[in-house]
T-cell receptor
């Protein structure tokens, strides 16, 4: 069974550009989470989808970040326009049941904004 | 202060036990977790403990929870070179997202 996969694994963009990160959860997992780790800081929760609906987006830092999950399958996280402080590793996780006790994480996307 | 705190580094000799400590602030935490991240890999759930438990053992791993002091520890018995990784402590309240610590780098000395 394929795990949670994220694309790309690395992305280097210039300040002001747009980047879209993608997450493919484990098939059948209704719950999908985005997290971010800025260098030297904790891994921070960004948002939680249940199927295609945003259950909790309290961790989204500002309106430059837009997350979507069309059809309740894969999800995208778009950063537009990117700023230097957006650099970090973006993790996606999915779980079948409500809650996080069985959440499986992807390998992360390392975003560098220069 | 931070919601979840843990030491940044721990160095142990191969074969010894490793004890990684974590403190958290939210008394409403329902679940507490330990995740492992190896170089170039994602986060792997090692184990979790429900807040009404005080101990959980799984092979070489022992988790101790002191809810009064809001202190969580992970003990790895007979530490091996393959245990070298970053270990993240995390907590959640029911179905909320996880709150992580900064991670502890476990360094294994031969």
């Amino acid at each position: 069974e394929a795990g949670v996969t994220q694309f790309p694994s690395h992305s280097v963009i210039e300040k002001g550009q747009t980047v879209t990160l993608r997450c493919d959860p484990i098939s059948g997992h209704d719950n999908l989470y985005w997290y971010r780790r800025v260098m030297g800081k904790e891994i921070k929760f960004l948002l939680h989808f249940v199927k295609e609906s945003k259950q909790d987006e309290s961790g989204m830092p500002n309106n430059r970040f837009l997350a979507e999950r069309t059809g309740g399958t894969y999800s995208t996280l778009k950063v537009q326009p990117a700023e230097l402080e957006d650099s970090g590793v973006y993790f996606c996780a999915s779980s079948q049941v409500w809650g996080s006790t069985e959440a499986f994480f992807g390998q992360g996307t390392r975003l560098t904004v220069v | 202060g931070e919601d979840v705190e843990q030491s940044l580094f721990l160095s142990v000799r191969e074969g010894d036990s490793s004890v990684i400590n974590c403190t958290y602030t939210d008394s409403s935490s329902t679940y507490l977790y330990w995740y492992k991240q190896e170089p170039g890999a994602g986060l792997q759930l090692l184990t979790y403990i429900f807040s009404n438990m005080d101990m959980k053992q799984d092979q070489r791993l022992t988790v101790l929870l002191n809810k009064k002091d809001k202190h969580l520890s992970l003990r790895i018995a007979d530490t091996q070179t393959g245990d070298s990784a970053i270990y993240f402590c995390a907590e959640s309240i029911l179905a909320d997202g996880l709150t992580f610590g900064k991670g502890t780098h476990l360094i294994i000395q031969p």
